[in-house]
């Protein structure tokens, strides 16, 4: 479930116990995926069903999602998915 606060490497790597650069090099060994790449999919994906929401605003769901502006949120979801958070939102079953 998404707690809404911003996933970075550090948390992550306290989470298990690791230092922050070991926690990065044995993610990316094991999933072929840097953390930030990662956490950008997750929030994507996140982005994805809140979208499907047509009560929740753009502006709440960036937030919500950690991104500092709607419009930085704008480009991020349109660069992962080709698309508009709001042509999504148009799209969506």
Do not use: C, N
Not at 10 to 23: D, W
Not at 59 to 85: C, D, E, N, V, Y
Request: proline content about 5%; glycine content about 8%.
């Amino acid at each position: 479930s998404w707690s809404g606060d911003p996933l970075t490497a550090e948390s992550l790597a306290r989470m298990v116990g690791l230092s922050r650069g070991h926690f990065m090099r044995a993610f990316r060994q094991s999933t072929g995926h840097t953390v930030h790449d990662h956490v950008e999919r997750l929030r994507i994906e996140r982005a994805k069903h809140l979208l499907g929401q047509a009560d929740v605003p753009l502006k709440q769901i960036a937030s919500q999602l950690g991104f500092a502006t709607p419009s930085s949120f704008s480009l991020a979801f349109r660069r992962a998915t080709a698309m508009t958070p709001a042509g999504y939102r148009r799209a969506a079953p």
